[in-house]
């Protein structure tokens, strides 16, 4: 079973930035980040495999980037200009598959998840 452990959540006022980390146990081919607010359904928010670029949705196009180490097993979320819609809990999730650019951001295309890690963006 491939352990995700995730880091570097936590509180900022509106405008501000954090980087989320996620080290996984083992080498996987793609992986990605998640959020969920309460009462709304996990959505991807960056996702990367190794071949090919990385995948956003347009909420946080051009304010996020993903980015990974693979030498050290680790993906990178680099979140700026936080807004308080940004507010979830932020999930990484990796698999061993190739997903394309149209399914990378899909929950459906990850076999492993982390515990997650909280979010709170302040106005």
């Known amino acids: 079973q491939v352990q995700l452990v995730e880091s570097g959540g936590g509180s900022v006022q509106a405008g501000g930035s954090l980087r989320l980390s996620c080290t996984a146990s083992?080498?996987?081919?793609?992986m990605g980040w998640f959020r969920q607010a309460p009462g709304k359904e996990r959505e991807g928010v960056a996702g990367?495999?190794?071949?090919?670029?990385?995948s956003y949705p347009a909420s946080v196009m051009g304010r996020f980037t993903i980015s990974r180490d693979s030498t050290k097993n680790t993906l990178y979320l680099q979140m700026n200009s936080l807004k308080p819609d940004d507010t979830a809990m932020y999930y990484c999730?990796?698999?061993?598959?190739?997903?394309?650019?149209?399914?990378?951001?899909?929950?459906?295309?990850?076999?492993?998840w982390g515990q997650g890690t909280q979010v709170t963006v302040s106005s």
């Open positions: 990367l495999c190794t071949v090919g670029g990385a």
């Open positions: 083992e080498k996987q081919y793609c």
């Open positions: 999730a990796a698999s061993p598959r190739f997903a394309g650019p149209d399914v990378r951001l899909r929950v459906s295309s990850y076999n492993y």
